[in-house]
């Protein structure tokens, strides 16, 4: 899996983008509010790990998760 942070521009929010091995997007989701899309995906219980990865992120840049 992986993960890319996206800044926002003007009134939109920076989001997370969250892609399987073949790059098809799973979730997306705004940086501020993770909660209802790592549940759908099943990842709900690794919400601290995402998001410790994601704060240290930067915009623009992939990086692949172990999960």
């Known amino acids: 899996m ?13 989001y997370v983008q969250l892609r399987d091995e073949k790059f098809t997007l799973l979730a997306y989701f705004r940086v501020d509010r993770p ?24 915009f623009g840049q992939i990086k692949k998760l172990d999960i």
């Open 35 to 58: 909660d209802k899309s790592l549940e759908k995906l099943g990842l709900g219980n690794k919400l601290p790990y995402i998001m410790d990865i994601v704060k240290d992120l930067p």
């Open 2 to 14: 992986y993960v890319i942070k996206v800044k926002g521009i003007a009134k939109i929010p920076d």
